[in-house]
């Protein structure tokens, strides 16, 4: 009996010690129900473009980025683009995946962001490993610059031959959209709607090199910020007028003190919603 005693207490000492764990992180879907990663992965095959947000120094969505990757590429024909190359790098980035330059001729000659080699290398290399079109999606930052300062009439200026860089002309814009509001309101007395004008330029061009590349039978998975993606706004508001036929599935990356349960501001923000502890440190 005290062997028998001391064996349950051995067990309920474990199980204690279990329970008191404290999650990194949670995945949720849209209504703030708990999912499995199988579960997440089953709703991201549903897709034809999946645009993942991120918050750009969270390194559990850069980890479950390239796990998703990973498992679709392992699932059939997939593209992979992203925010952080800018469209005129593609002709670099193209000759680094098919080998013609190495990993320190593309930091030197493509305008790569400094978390590149931690966060975002993997998922190029992942493309050059398996010989998959990586698509630069991203506005060239000297045309988002020159928006923010004096509107979409900064635009009339591009020379011709490098506007292939950006959306086509003129860039449709709704200011309304709650995602522009709340920007700026955040942004408070340094907000001008020029700045709304310069994320807008960001979302039509990402979406217009989605669309231009995406293909039925083929997966499109898409890396950016949340903000770019989040209530299924920015970008996709943009694929909605550019390819409507294709399905879209969207993630977000939010930070919460306690992962265990979706505050209410984050419902409805994507189809999964990854929930990461606030405590967890930044990769930059």
């Not at 265990?260 to 990854?274: F, W």
Request: glycine residues 6%; charged residues 20%.
């Amino acid at each position: 009996m005290r062997r028998y005693i001391v064996f349950v207490l051995s067990i309920a000492l474990c199980i204690g010690a279990i329970a008191q764990v404290r999650p990194a992180y949670m995945l949720f879907n849209a209504k703030g129900k708990k999912i499995s990663y199988t579960n997440m992965l089953r709703t991201v095959r549903d897709g034809d473009i999946i645009l993942f947000g991120e918050e750009h120094d969270d390194p559990i969505a850069h980890w479950l980025q390239l796990l998703v990757a990973q498992d679709l590429v392992a699932q059939g024909p997939l593209i992979m683009g992203a925010e952080m190359i800018e469209a005129d790098d593609q002709a670099v980035l193209d000759r680094y995946l098919r080998g013609e330059i190495d990993q320190a001729g593309f930091d030197t000659l493509a305008r790569l962001w400094k978390n590149h080699p931690t966060d975002y290398a993997p998922l190029v290399d992942l493309a050059k490993e398996k010989q998959l079109p990586f698509v630069a999606c991203n506005v060239p930052r000297r045309y988002a610059r020159a928006v923010s300062k004096g509107g979409f009439a900064a635009l009339d200026t591009v020379p011709v031959n490098e506007r292939a860089w950006i959306a086509p002309l003129p860039i449709a814009f709704d200011p309304t959209l709650p995602g522009y509001v709340k920007m700026l309101t955040l942004m408070g007395d340094h907000a001008s709607p020029e700045m709304a004008m310069a994320q807008a330029l960001k979302d039509a061009t990402m979406a217009h090199f989605i669309a231009k590349y995406a293909v039925k039978g083929t997966r499109f998975l898409h890396f950016n910020g949340s903000f770019h993606s989040d209530f299924h706004e920015g970008i996709g508001w943009y694929l909605d007028r550019a390819r409507p036929e294709m399905s879209r599935v969207t993630i977000a990356t939010v930070t919460q003190e306690r992962v265990d349960r979706l505050e209410p501001e984050h419902l409805g923000q994507a189809d999964i919603i990854i929930c990461v502890d606030t405590a967890i440190p930044g990769t930059h």
